[in-house]
């Protein structure tokens, strides 16, 4: 489901980094520090790495409650140019309903160039992309 007014445009094929690690929140940090380190390979502001490891955080914290027992928190890395697209999923048993509301949806969404939220019938995923030197 992509949030009502946005236009977001992200990459398709196949990423450039890719991670699975346990859907527990004690690896988030891993991704964290996995975006951040390649947001600076491309040269990405302090400012702008801050605001994606904290997106990440973000991301993470919206499809982390949704997992199934014993599943993988799978992350994607696609870079481009000045910008990064990360896309956090889970497995789920159960589509979950976005909450557009959400304190940490409104903090990804202030933060990222652009972001949604896609529900397949196993999955949720959160992809968002973040533009370096971009006003936001």
Do not use: K
Request: with cysteine; charged share 20%.
């Amino acid at each position: 489901m992509t949030v009502p007014g946005a236009a977001p445009t992200f990459p398709t094929g196949r990423a450039d980094v890719e991670l699975r690690l346990p859907a527990d929140g004690a690896f988030v940090s891993v991704l964290r520090t996995t975006a951040a380190g390649l947001a600076a390979r491309l040269d990405f502001t302090i400012d702008d790495i801050e605001d994606l490891r904290m997106a990440v955080g973000e991301a993470t914290a919206l499809v982390l409650p949704e997992a199934d027992p014993e599943s993988d928190l799978r992350c994607a890395f696609h870079l481009g140019d000045r910008a990064l697209t990360v896309e956090v999923s889970v497995t789920t048993s159960t589509a979950p309903e976005p909450n557009y509301e959400s304190f940490a949806w409104q903090v990804l969404t202030t933060i990222a160039t652009s972001a949604e939220e896609v529900t397949t019938a196993d999955s949720f995923t959160v992809r968002l992309t973040i533009v370096s030197g971009t006003d936001l």
